[in-house]
């Protein structure tokens, strides 16, 4: 299974365009902690399109307002609600800050993306590393007015490929929001709707949370989000950090240096046929360990339903170089026998809880 989606990242890696790397943060497969081989996976997130609300906490948040791009240059996206409010009082609409939030978000808000500016995914987004037609940008469903990330399982293709969402100090890339901040502790949130067509499936990789290096993307520590049969939310925990080292260096992560060190399946089936033309709120939580203490914790929330709860995770050890700094879709799952799309849209992370309304 390594060898297998080994050799579909290496074809991807060079026929795609690639920008800032070429890890394949949950396009492959690592080992887990118990010596077998397991799929790493993409967080399944999802939610109104107004959704974007937010709730207060004692958390102190860490902003620093700004969007690079590889040659210096700001961009920003587009309003990804318009007209939502959070639970700090502060209304959604009026435009959008250099993050690409709401322009009166609360200042927790480190990154915002509703794909409605996105009509050169390879140059406006961070990584864009896809294979034939497994991602769009487009409208859902046809309608134009709404656009969102397309994911298309297809047949006889068990890995697509990725893109990556980059925020925080880390890897060099387009659009990176907030890029001075570090941030050990966020929470991720963004609607996932299959298709009016679903036939009930295990969709595998649905999102990732990642604290990576930023000489190279190698991947220290992976919230990975995913499903299969029988259709419930499996997340999985993965480290790279060993005695304090970093030993991924963004081409060997899934080929088996990333270890398991965690994982929950969660009670609520999400994506049996009942599901077809179902959106819904995801939100998924990571805090990195005390540096030298195994305090770590992870959480996903489902349309205000927790799904998984883990604590007293080890997840970076001693290594602290660069904090949480990026979110990823992976297409990665058993090929179907016709193509199946799921949408991801209005992605927020925040220094702050989240709520699904």
Do not use: K
Request: net charge negative; hydrophobic share 35%; proline share 5%.
């Amino acid at each position: 299974m390594n060898e297998f989606r080994g050799l579909w990242l290496v074809a991807t890696v060079a026929l795609c365009a690639c920008p800032g790397g070429d890890d394949a943060g949950g396009g492959d497969t690592g080992s887990s902690g118990d010596g077998t081989s397991q799929s790493a996976s993409s967080t399944a997130t999802a939610g109104d399109s107004t959704s974007l609300t937010t709730s207060e906490s004692n958390t102190t948040a860490t902003t620093t307002v700004g969007t690079t791009t590889t040659d210096g240059s700001s961009s920003t996206t587009t309003d990804p609600s318009g007209s939502d409010s959070g639970s700090d009082g502060g209304s959604t609409g009026g435009g959008v800050d250099a993050n690409g939030c709401p322009a009166d978000a609360p200042q927790s808000w480190v990154m915002c993306e509703d794909f409605e500016g996105i009509d050169d995914p390879a140059t406006q987004l961070s990584q864009w590393n896809v294979a034939g037609d497994a991602f769009g940008v487009e409208g859902e469903q046809g309608d134009d007015s709404d656009r969102a990330l397309r994911v298309t399982l297809t047949p006889n293709l068990m890995f697509g490929g990725w893109v990556t969402l980059r925020f925080g100090d880390g890897p060099d890339a387009p659009a990176v929001d907030s890029p001075d901040g570090h941030f050990d502790e966020v929470w991720v949130r963004y609607s996932l709707r299959t298709g009016d067509d679903w036939p009930g499936y295990p969709i595998g990789d649905v999102g990732e949370v990642i604290s990576m290096n930023g000489a190279n993307w190698g991947i220290a520590a992976d919230l990975n989000l995913r499903a299969e049969a029988p259709m419930r939310l499996h997340p999985l925990v993965w480290s790279c950090v060993f005695g304090g080292n970093l030993a991924c260096d963004g081409n060997n992560d899934w080929a088996g240096t990333l270890q398991n060190i965690w994982g929950q399946e969660g009670p609520t089936v999400l994506f049996d046929d009942n599901s077809a033309g179902v959106q819904r709120c995801v939100v998924a939580h990571m805090r990195l360990n005390t540096v030298g203490q195994a305090d770590g914790e992870v959480d996903v929330v489902v349309d205000g339903v927790q799904e998984i709860s883990g604590t007293g995770l080890d997840l970076r050890g001693s290594w602290d170089d660069y904090g949480i700094n990026a979110v990823r879709f992976t297409n990665y799952t058993n090929p179907p026998a016709q193509p199946l799309d799921f949408w991801v849209d209005d992605v927020v992370v925040a220094t702050e809880p989240l709520q699904c309304r």
